[in-house]
Structures are given as C-alpha cells and as structure tokens.
Nanobody
Framework: QVQLVESGGGLVQAGGSLRLSCAAS????????MAWFRQAPGKERDFVAS????????SYADSVKGRFTISRDNAKNLVYLQMNSLKPEDMAVYYC????????????????WGQGTQVTVSP
C-alpha cells in the first residue's frame, strides 16, 4: 500500500516556475515507477512525466519536454516535478501516481494516486 500526498501547487504568471512535490508513505517506495498526470476542467487526465524506480530513466509528454523535469529521492520517499516556462495551457490539477510498471503513460496502469494539487497560470 502506498499513500501519496502532493504539494507545491499555486498561482503563477506565464513564464514563471513552480516545483511540485509528492510525498509517499511506505517502505517499498523505491519499487514503484512514479509519474505525474494532469487534468484540466472538462478534459481527460493526461500523462505529463514518469520516472523509473532507480530515477535514471525519465519520459515526458511532448507538450512539456524541455520545460518540466521529474526527479525522485528514494531515501526521502519524494518525487518532484520542476515546471519552468509555464504556459496558461499548463493550468490543471496535477496528480502524482505510483505503478509497479516502469515508465507507463496510461492512467489505468497506475495503482495509487494522490489527491491532486491545483496549478493556475495567469496570462
């Protein structure tokens, strides 16, 4: 069982930066591939970024490649999403997720989810 709690969302102007954090409970955190998804009002939940159990391999949606960076600290049970050069279209609720499958991009593969954190980007 893994419990996930996101933090770090907020209001930022376009072009600004935010860093999201996801704190995981449990002793088996390092066994899970981790990811960030986002969901805007009226839209489906979309893949943003994923990271392997070791943290050595990452994958990004084309829309955030070069602007967002996912990382993890297995010693502290934390996953981060550094978001730079934010755009109004990045505005959404961001969710942290854990899966026994590495680097998956499909929400249904993820076993555990956080409650989400709102990111608002003003023009």
């Amino acid at each position: 069982q893994v419990q996930l709690v996101e933090s770090g969302g907020g209001l930022v102007q376009a072009g600004g930066s935010l860093r999201l954090s996801c704190a995981a409970s449990g002793r088996t955190f390092s066994r899970y591939g981790m990811a960030w998804f986002r969901q805007a009002p009226g839209k489906e939940r979309d893949f943003v970024a994923s990271i392997s159990t070791s943290g050595l391999v990452t994958s990004y949606a084309d829309s955030v490649k070069g602007r967002f960076t996912i990382s993890r600290d297995n010693a502290k049970n934390l996953v981060y999403l550094q978001m730079n050069s934010l755009k109004p279209e990045d505005m959404a609720v961001y969710y942290c997720a854990a899966s026994v499958t590495n680097l998956a991009r499909i929400p249904s593969v993820y076993n555990y989810w956080g409650q989400g954190t709102q990111v608002t980007v003003s023009p």
